[in-house]
T-cell receptor
Protein backbone atom coordinates (compact mmCIF):
# COMPACT_ATOMS: atom_id res chain seq x y z
CA UNK A 1 0.00 0.00 0.00
CA UNK A 2 1.08 3.53 -0.68
CA UNK A 3 1.92 5.84 2.19
CA UNK A 4 3.42 9.22 2.85
CA UNK A 5 5.04 10.41 6.06
CA UNK A 6 5.75 13.94 7.18
CA UNK A 7 7.65 13.43 10.43
CA UNK A 8 7.43 17.02 11.69
CA UNK A 9 4.15 18.58 12.77
CA UNK A 10 5.76 22.02 12.81
CA UNK A 11 8.94 23.60 11.54
CA UNK A 12 10.14 26.98 12.78
CA UNK A 13 12.72 28.96 10.85
CA UNK A 14 13.99 32.51 10.98
CA UNK A 15 13.30 34.77 8.04
CA UNK A 16 16.18 34.68 5.57
CA UNK A 17 17.35 31.24 6.67
CA UNK A 18 17.03 28.15 4.50
CA UNK A 19 14.09 25.89 5.19
CA UNK A 20 13.47 22.17 4.76
CA UNK A 21 10.17 20.34 5.17
CA UNK A 22 10.62 16.58 5.17
CA UNK A 23 8.64 13.91 3.35
CA UNK A 24 9.21 10.20 2.92
CA UNK A 25 7.10 7.82 0.91
CA UNK A 26 6.40 4.17 0.30
CA UNK A 27 5.02 3.03 -3.04
CA UNK A 28 5.30 0.10 -5.36
CA UNK A 29 6.65 1.15 -8.71
CA UNK A 30 7.67 4.64 -9.73
CA UNK A 31 6.12 7.40 -7.63
CA UNK A 32 4.43 10.60 -8.68
CA UNK A 33 5.24 13.02 -5.86
CA UNK A 34 3.72 16.40 -5.08
CA UNK A 35 3.91 19.30 -2.68
CA UNK A 36 0.89 21.46 -1.95
CA UNK A 37 0.55 24.50 0.31
CA UNK A 38 -2.50 25.62 2.26
CA UNK A 39 -2.90 29.14 3.58
CA UNK A 40 -5.43 29.81 6.37
CA UNK A 41 -9.05 29.24 5.34
CA UNK A 42 -8.05 28.40 1.77
CA UNK A 43 -7.90 25.34 -0.41
CA UNK A 44 -4.66 23.60 -1.33
CA UNK A 45 -2.41 25.13 -3.97
CA UNK A 46 0.00 23.17 -6.13
CA UNK A 47 3.69 23.94 -5.55
CA UNK A 48 5.65 21.36 -7.51
CA UNK A 49 5.78 17.76 -8.62
CA UNK A 50 8.19 14.99 -9.54
CA UNK A 51 7.16 12.59 -12.26
CA UNK A 52 10.43 11.59 -13.90
CA UNK A 53 13.75 13.08 -14.93
CA UNK A 54 15.94 15.48 -12.95
CA UNK A 55 15.89 14.71 -9.24
CA UNK A 56 15.82 18.42 -8.34
CA UNK A 57 12.44 19.92 -9.11
CA UNK A 58 11.79 23.66 -9.05
CA UNK A 59 8.35 25.02 -8.30
CA UNK A 60 6.36 28.09 -7.42
CA UNK A 61 7.44 30.89 -5.04
CA UNK A 62 11.12 29.83 -5.07
CA UNK A 63 10.50 26.38 -3.63
CA UNK A 64 12.31 23.28 -4.81
CA UNK A 65 12.32 19.62 -3.85
CA UNK A 66 14.82 16.84 -4.21
CA UNK A 67 13.74 13.33 -5.12
CA UNK A 68 15.97 10.71 -3.50
CA UNK A 69 15.06 7.22 -4.59
CA UNK A 70 17.45 5.38 -2.30
CA UNK A 71 16.13 7.20 0.77
CA UNK A 72 12.55 7.31 -0.56
CA UNK A 73 12.40 10.99 0.29
CA UNK A 74 11.07 14.13 -1.36
CA UNK A 75 12.03 17.01 0.92
CA UNK A 76 10.81 20.53 0.20
CA UNK A 77 13.41 23.30 0.38
CA UNK A 78 13.83 27.01 -0.04
CA UNK A 79 17.15 28.87 0.20
CA UNK A 80 15.77 31.92 2.02
CA UNK A 81 12.50 31.81 3.94
CA UNK A 82 9.95 34.63 3.96
CA UNK A 83 7.37 35.37 6.65
CA UNK A 84 4.74 34.97 3.91
CA UNK A 85 5.84 31.33 3.47
CA UNK A 86 4.18 30.52 6.80
CA UNK A 87 1.48 27.98 5.96
CA UNK A 88 0.57 24.29 6.09
CA UNK A 89 2.48 22.11 3.65
CA UNK A 90 1.35 18.74 2.38
CA UNK A 91 3.32 16.07 0.59
CA UNK A 92 1.36 13.65 -1.57
CA UNK A 93 1.93 10.58 -3.70
CA UNK A 94 -0.24 9.68 -6.64
CA UNK A 95 -1.41 6.35 -7.88
CA UNK A 96 0.43 5.91 -11.17
CA UNK A 97 -2.23 3.61 -12.59
CA UNK A 98 -3.97 6.59 -14.11
CA UNK A 99 -6.76 7.14 -11.63
CA UNK A 100 -4.96 10.05 -9.97
CA UNK A 101 -5.84 8.95 -6.46
CA UNK A 102 -3.68 10.90 -4.06
CA UNK A 103 -2.40 9.81 -0.68
CA UNK A 104 -1.58 12.85 1.45
CA UNK A 105 0.75 13.21 4.37
CA UNK A 106 -0.54 14.65 7.61
CA UNK A 107 0.90 18.08 6.89
CA UNK A 108 3.69 20.22 8.35
CA UNK A 109 3.03 23.68 9.65
CA UNK A 110 5.83 26.03 8.67
CA UNK A 111 6.30 29.13 10.79
CA UNK A 112 8.77 31.72 9.58
CA UNK A 113 9.78 34.12 12.32
CA UNK A 114 10.63 37.74 11.56
CA UNK B 1 -12.46 30.71 -15.37
CA UNK B 2 -13.90 30.44 -11.88
CA UNK B 3 -11.91 27.23 -11.34
CA UNK B 4 -13.31 24.88 -8.70
CA UNK B 5 -16.19 26.32 -6.69
CA UNK B 6 -17.81 24.88 -3.58
CA UNK B 7 -21.00 25.79 -1.76
CA UNK B 8 -21.78 26.43 1.00
CA UNK B 9 -18.67 27.78 2.73
CA UNK B 10 -20.03 26.90 6.17
CA UNK B 11 -22.80 24.60 7.36
CA UNK B 12 -24.12 23.43 10.71
CA UNK B 13 -26.29 20.31 10.83
CA UNK B 14 -27.99 18.34 13.52
CA UNK B 15 -27.35 14.63 13.84
CA UNK B 16 -29.51 12.72 11.40
CA UNK B 17 -30.06 15.57 8.95
CA UNK B 18 -29.11 15.19 5.32
CA UNK B 19 -27.50 17.67 2.99
CA UNK B 20 -25.57 18.03 -0.24
CA UNK B 21 -22.26 19.76 -0.64
CA UNK B 22 -21.95 21.26 -4.09
CA UNK B 23 -18.83 21.24 -6.26
CA UNK B 24 -18.47 22.60 -9.77
CA UNK B 25 -15.59 23.23 -12.14
CA UNK B 26 -15.53 25.10 -15.45
CA UNK B 27 -12.22 23.76 -16.77
CA UNK B 28 -13.59 20.67 -18.54
CA UNK B 29 -11.71 18.42 -16.15
CA UNK B 30 -12.49 14.72 -16.30
CA UNK B 31 -11.27 13.74 -12.87
CA UNK B 32 -12.97 15.05 -9.73
CA UNK B 33 -12.66 14.03 -6.13
CA UNK B 34 -13.81 14.78 -2.60
CA UNK B 35 -11.53 14.88 0.43
CA UNK B 36 -12.07 15.55 4.08
CA UNK B 37 -9.46 17.31 6.18
CA UNK B 38 -9.17 16.58 9.88
CA UNK B 39 -6.51 17.84 12.30
CA UNK B 40 -3.46 15.59 12.39
CA UNK B 41 -4.80 13.34 9.63
CA UNK B 42 -4.14 15.31 6.48
CA UNK B 43 -6.58 14.89 3.61
CA UNK B 44 -8.40 11.63 3.08
CA UNK B 45 -10.11 10.67 -0.16
CA UNK B 46 -13.86 10.06 0.17
CA UNK B 47 -15.03 9.43 -3.41
CA UNK B 48 -13.73 10.19 -6.86
CA UNK B 49 -14.89 10.21 -10.47
CA UNK B 50 -12.89 9.70 -13.66
CA UNK B 51 -15.67 11.05 -15.86
CA UNK B 52 -19.40 11.66 -16.18
CA UNK B 53 -21.35 8.60 -15.05
CA UNK B 54 -18.35 6.97 -13.35
CA UNK B 55 -17.68 7.12 -9.62
CA UNK B 56 -15.69 5.04 -7.16
CA UNK B 57 -14.92 4.88 -3.47
CA UNK B 58 -11.86 6.31 -1.85
CA UNK B 59 -10.36 5.69 1.57
CA UNK B 60 -13.30 6.83 3.74
CA UNK B 61 -16.57 6.49 1.75
CA UNK B 62 -18.97 5.37 4.49
CA UNK B 63 -21.83 7.79 5.12
CA UNK B 64 -21.35 9.64 1.83
CA UNK B 65 -22.84 9.30 -1.64
CA UNK B 66 -21.81 10.89 -4.91
CA UNK B 67 -23.03 11.08 -8.49
CA UNK B 68 -21.55 12.56 -11.65
CA UNK B 69 -24.27 13.33 -14.17
CA UNK B 70 -22.27 16.07 -15.90
CA UNK B 71 -18.58 16.82 -16.39
CA UNK B 72 -18.93 20.08 -14.45
CA UNK B 73 -20.68 18.97 -11.24
CA UNK B 74 -19.78 16.47 -8.53
CA UNK B 75 -22.07 16.80 -5.48
CA UNK B 76 -21.38 15.02 -2.20
CA UNK B 77 -24.39 13.84 -0.20
CA UNK B 78 -24.52 13.14 3.50
CA UNK B 79 -27.51 10.89 4.01
CA UNK B 80 -27.73 11.01 7.81
CA UNK B 81 -25.16 13.32 9.35
CA UNK B 82 -23.13 12.20 12.35
CA UNK B 83 -20.79 14.19 14.62
CA UNK B 84 -17.88 12.15 13.20
CA UNK B 85 -18.50 13.87 9.88
CA UNK B 86 -17.57 17.26 11.32
CA UNK B 87 -14.72 18.27 9.08
CA UNK B 88 -13.55 20.53 6.29
CA UNK B 89 -14.44 19.14 2.88
CA UNK B 90 -12.46 19.86 -0.26
CA UNK B 91 -13.37 19.16 -3.84
CA UNK B 92 -10.63 18.85 -6.46
CA UNK B 93 -10.37 18.30 -10.20
CA UNK B 94 -7.75 17.36 -12.78
CA UNK B 95 -7.50 17.73 -16.57
CA UNK B 96 -8.19 14.74 -18.82
CA UNK B 97 -5.69 11.92 -18.89
CA UNK B 98 -2.78 12.77 -21.19
CA UNK B 99 -3.52 16.50 -21.15
CA UNK B 100 -1.06 19.04 -19.85
CA UNK B 101 -1.16 18.99 -16.07
CA UNK B 102 -3.36 15.91 -15.90
CA UNK B 103 -1.52 14.66 -12.82
CA UNK B 104 -2.06 17.90 -10.87
CA UNK B 105 -5.18 18.55 -8.82
CA UNK B 106 -6.92 21.91 -8.48
CA UNK B 107 -8.70 22.43 -5.19
CA UNK B 108 -11.80 24.36 -4.25
CA UNK B 109 -11.88 26.69 -1.20
CA UNK B 110 -13.56 24.12 1.04
CA UNK B 111 -16.76 23.70 3.06
CA UNK B 112 -16.54 23.72 6.84
CA UNK B 113 -19.19 21.37 8.21
CA UNK B 114 -20.19 21.01 11.84
CA UNK B 115 -22.56 18.26 12.95
CA UNK B 116 -24.07 18.73 16.40
Amino acid sequence: AQSVAQPEDQVNVAEGNPLTVKCTYSVSGNPYLFWYVQYPNRGLQFLLKYITGDNLVKGSYGFEAEFNKSQTSFHLKKPSALVSDSALYFCAVSDTSGTYKYIFGTGTRLKVLA
Amino acid sequence: NAGVTQTPKFQVLKTGQSMTLQCAQDMNHEYMSWYRQDPGMGLRLIHYSVGAGITDQGEVPNGYNVSRSTTEDFPLRLLSAAPSQTSVYFCASSPPSGALGSDTQYFGPGTRLTVL
